[in-house]
């Protein structure tokens, strides 16, 4: 069982940028994913990072979105920059076995932080 505990949600003005990060007791075994829902939407995968580092990111959030993590620290970020009023969401961190790559699919991760909301004004 993983418990992750994500900070750093807040409000910011379209171009600006805010930072997530996600705690849990061991990181270094996992995959780890970031993932947002909008109001009426469903989930979508952001960005995932494996074990070994690789990184896979969705067009939406490509070049502007970057994920890392520090194992030592058992810590995930997400870096979001040149943020825009369609990134508002509830963002959600997400881990799951280190099989193959980071998915960007939901449905492939088992255990899920509670969501910080991250809200764009225009």
């Known amino acids: 069982q993983v418990q992750l505990v994500e900070s750093g949600g807040g409000s910011v003005q379209a171009g600006g940028s805010l930072r997530l990060s996600c705690t849990a007791s061991d990181i270094s075994d996992y995959h780890m994913g970031w993932f947002r829902q909008a109001p009426g939407k469903e989930r979508e995968g952001g960005a995932g990072i494996g074990t070994d580092d690789y990184t896979t990111y969705a067009d939406s959030v490509k070049g502007r979105f970057t994920i890392s993590r520090d194992n030592a620290k058992n810590t995930l970020y997400l870096e979001m920059n040149s943020l825009k009023p369609e990134d508002t969401a509830m963002y959600f961190c997400?881990?799951?076995?280190?099989?193959?790559?980071?998915?960007?699919?939901?449905?492939?991760?088992?255990?899920w932080g509670q969501g910080p909301q991250v809200t764009v004004s225009s």
């Open positions: 997400a881990a799951r076995g280190a099989r193959y790559r980071p998915p960007l699919d939901a449905a492939e991760y088992a255990y």
